[in-house]
Nanobody
């Protein structure tokens, strides 16, 4: 089970940190965990990924330099630090996990485990 939290209403330029806590099947059993987002009327898109074993990360071009994904093994939690937020970052953010890393890590259909989503609203 994945539990996402940390969303809210902020102004452009502000920062937020999202958390995704894994319970039940612990995150140690996951090969990779990721964040996706879905804006109203748009498809779900990849934001960032962290490989649990070696900590390697991937970020979408649209968030590189502003967002950073990390993991805390002791807490079975993945974080998404979001800085310099823009109105176009407004979306419901979902955490996702899969057992093994996939080279198609950017594709939502590759993930079998999803959190419930947390809303991030960035006002201009």
């Amino acid at each position: 089970q994945l539990q996402a939290s940390g969303g809210g209403l902020v102004h452009a330029g502000d920062s937020l940190r999202l958390s995704c806590a894994a319970s039940g099947r612990t995150s140690v059993s996951y090969g990779a965990m990721a964040w996706f987002r879905q804006a109203p009327g748009k498809e779900r898109e990849f934001v960032a990924l962290v490989r649990w074993g070696n900590g390697a990360t991937r970020h979408a071009d649209s968030v590189k330099g502003r967002f950073s994904i990390s993991r805390d093994s002791a807490k079975n939690t993945v974080y998404l630090q979001m800085n310099s937020l823009k109105p176009e970052d407004t979306a419901v953010y979902y955490c996702a996990a899969r057992i093994y890393y996939s080279v198609r890590y950017f594709a939502a259909e590759e993930y079998g485990y999803w959190g419930q989503g947390t809303l991030v609203t960035v006002s201009s």
